[in-house]
């Protein structure tokens, strides 16, 4: 789901200080119900077989293929330098405007 989406692409950001581009590509899971969760299979077969052996249901899902779209705009509060990316997930573009 969307919220689920955002929330991985906002700890990327904040809570693992990674770049615009590199949170919009890194992979996502989705919860559905239960156990039952898809996963893109770059988290690597690692990831999936401990969850799989704590009881997860687990879908793997071709890399970039597991859902949600983002387009981010982070902006540099000290330098006003603005950075974008768009989600390879789907087709986008990041322009540039003077203000």
Same mark, same amino acid.
Do not use: Y
């Given at each position: 789901? *969307?919220?689920?989406?955002?929330? *991985? ?13 590199? =949170?919009? =590509? =890194? ?17 690597? /077969? ?24 983002? *387009?981010?705009?982070?902006? /540099?509060?000290?330098?006003? *330098?603005?950075? !974008?990316?768009? /989600?390879?997930? @789907?087709? !986008?573009? @990041? ?5």
């Amino acid at each position: 789901s *969307q919220v689920q989406w955002n929330f *991985q692409v906002l700890s990327n950001l904040l809570d693992l200080g990674m770049g615009v581009e590199a =949170a919009a =590509a =890194a992979p996502r899971w989705n919860w559905s119900e239960a156990l039952h969760v898809r996963m893109e299979s770059d988290f690597g /077969d690692p990831a999936l077989a401990t969850l799989k052996a704590k009881g997860h249901e687990i879908e793997a899902t071709p890399p970039l293929g597991g859902g949600g779209r983002v *387009q981010l705009i982070r902006m /540099d509060p000290a330098t006003g *330098q603005r950075e !974008g990316a768009c /989600d390879p997930r @789907v087709e !986008g573009s @990041v322009l540039t405007a003077d203000r």
